[in-house]
């Protein structure tokens, strides 16, 4: 009988892919552009929709022709015990939650701003609801394998045991914040809550040094973003 999969099996240093690393910066910041054009330049909702699940499925694609291997390799000590350790990625989702709520009810009032501007349910709002769907729900299904490729492993994990590891950490957990600057409508501040996250998710990675804990614990984080829309879309429709 051969022994179960550690649960801790740490990724074997391997010398930094640049050429990786530097065509994953290039699409985000593509993304980043297609979301500056949607914000600023007013583009219609079905265009910024479409882009963005062709750069989505563009940088999954691209995810699991470079890493396909590495999660493969990482799957196994997450698959043993899987009602447990999905138990625990779903436990750590709440507490990331509330972790946000309380670093959002923080900021929100040092700061003066609000983290969801409110808007009144009107017939454009509703008109727009099935593109806001559309564009929402398949990026953030789609983003704990492409996020946690690159913010944590790529921009953190790989960079262990060199001098420079402990910049890398804060610079994932900067760039994840900043990258959901989308999310703030223009309010800066609530972008911390954010870093906070990619914080919390890079020492997941670094406690059990497998990518497939942080993947699970984005992905139910998400799912409740995602079911949450679904539920005020059905809200806007009713009405």
Not at 35 to 63: E, H, K, M, Q, R
Not at 100 to 109: D, G, K, L, M, Q
Not at 129 to 154: C, D, K, N, V, Y
Request: glycine share 6%; charged share 10%.
């Amino acid at each position: 009988m051969s022994a179960p999969p550690s649960e801790h099996p740490a990724v074997p240093e391997t010398p930094i892919n640049y050429r990786q690393l530097g065509l994953f910066c290039l699409l985000y910041f593509i993304s980043f552009l297609a979301t500056v054009g949607y914000t600023w330049l007013s583009w219609p909702l079905y265009i910024d929709a479409g882009i963005t699940i062709i750069i989505n499925v563009g940088l999954l694609v691209l995810v699991l022709r470079t890493y396909g291997a590495f999660l493969k390799q990482a799957w196994p000590a997450f698959r043993y015990h899987i009602g447990r350790h999905l138990a625990l990625t779903f436990a750590w989702m709440i507490g990331l939650k509330i972790i946000n709520a309380i670093v959002t009810a923080i900021v929100t009032a040092v700061s003066n701003t609000t983290a969801i501007p409110v808007v009144p349910p009107t017939p454009e709002l509703l008109k727009t609801a099935f593109w806001l769907i559309l564009s929402s729900a398949p990026g953030l299904l789609i983003a704990p394998f492409i996020e946690e490729i690159f913010f944590r492993h790529l921009l953190y994990y790989q960079w262990r045991g060199r001098k420079i590891a402990p910049v890398m950490f804060w610079l994932s957990a900067t760039v994840f914040g900043l990258w959901h600057w989308s999310n703030v409508a223009g309010q800066w501040p609530q972008l911390i809550p954010y870093a906070v996250i990619g914080i919390f998710l890079a020492l997941i990675y670094r406690h059990k040094h497998n990518i497939w804990y942080n993947i699970m614990t984005h992905f139910f984080y998400n799912l409740v973003a995602v079911v949450l829309l679904l539920i005020l879309s059905l809200i806007l429709f009713l009405r």
